[in-house]
């Protein structure tokens, strides 16, 4: 199954009294880089997370958003300081007798003072915690692999649609190449024949210079290897996990071979089909750049 490195996961869950909310999405990227913002409560999984998803991706940046709603009303309880209120208590009486003031303190108004009452969150519990993080995890990174797997199906046809073309054009070339051969001798010949008139022309030294001609522009090698290479990406399309480095190599060497038959071409015919084949070929390593 090939992935593309574009995709999108969104998964939400709701265990009792909590409901945690998951989102991801990626692009292309040369390694896997992972970017998960999530509520400060959740650092501590960071590792765990980050193990979880190299199980569901090798490369792509990732940006992961995190959420999660306490729907229990109690993850605060209140902490009185009784000692605190003491010492205000103490202190605001002192003043009274100083300077000889009334102490109206009210419950109400010592309450207000820093301090004396404060907000504290509830412990939790890490293993229910996790558990139903990493169900809602598990969720958006299904989905997320199914998109990504959906978009690599469409990056597989169309990379076969164009090797098709390319191996129409390598065969072009195949069976013109022998055709210039012939026609360089026939020109070659009617040449000789205006300038040397009656006089009788030389086989062997035609034969000589048509063989440097032929040796000159001869593509058999890059021909070969290039419908070798065509082969080759086609077997590699077959093949299930982390192919993108390796399509983008034979593309590069394809690549090598266009660009040979294009600086040996002495063919109006062979020139167009060569950067027909560079053409295609920058199409394929385009499309190969946002594979897995």
């Not at 009274?96 to 108004?109: M, Q």
């Not at 907000?119 to 890490?126: F, I, N, R, S």
């Not at 299904?142 to 998109?147: G, K, M, P, Y």
Request: charged content about 35%; hydrophobic content about 40%; glycine content about 4%.
């Amino acid at each position: 199954m090939i992935k593309s490195m574009t995709g999108f996961g969104r998964c939400e869950i709701q265990k009792v009294s909590r409901k945690f909310t998951v989102e991801l999405k990626s692009v292309n990227h040369r390694y896997l880089d992972v970017n998960i913002r999530m509520p400060k409560k959740f650092n501590f999984f960071e590792t765990s997370i980050r193990t979880l998803l190299k199980s569901y991706a090798n490369r792509g940046k990732v940006d992961i958003f995190i959420t999660c709603e306490d729907l229990s009303q109690s993850q605060f309880s209140v902490k009185y300081n009784a000692v605190l209120a003491a010492e205000y208590l103490k202190y605001l009486k002192e003043m009274g007798d100083e300077f000889g003031l009334e102490n109206d303190v009210r419950v109400s108004a010592l309450s207000r003072y820093p301090e004396v009452f404060t907000m504290e969150e509830q412990a939790e519990d890490e293993e229910e915690l996790w558990n139903g993080l990493k169900e809602a995890l598990e969720g958006a990174f299904a989905q997320f692999v199914e998109t990504r797997a959906a978009e690599g199906e469409n990056l597989r046809k169309d990379i076969l649609d164009k090797l098709n073309i390319l191996e129409e054009e390598v065969g072009f070339i195949a069976e013109r190449s022998p055709r210039i051969v012939a026609e360089y001798r026939e020109k070659l010949e009617e040449k000789v024949r205006e300038l040397l008139a009656d006089t009788q022309i030389e086989e062997s030294r035609i034969a000589a210079e048509v063989v440097l001609f032929a040796d000159k522009i001869c593509t058999d090698e890059e021909v070969v290897r290039l419908k070798s290479h065509i082969q080759h990406m086609r077997n590699t399309l077959e093949e299930t996990e982390g192919i993108g480095r390796k399509l983008d190599f034979i593309a590069q060497e394809m690549n090598r071979e266009a660009n040979t038959i294009l600086s040996k071409a002495n063919d109006m015919e062979v020139s167009s089909r060569a950067i027909s084949l560079k053409t295609e070929i920058e199409k394929i390593r385009e499309q190969i750049q946002n594979i897995e």
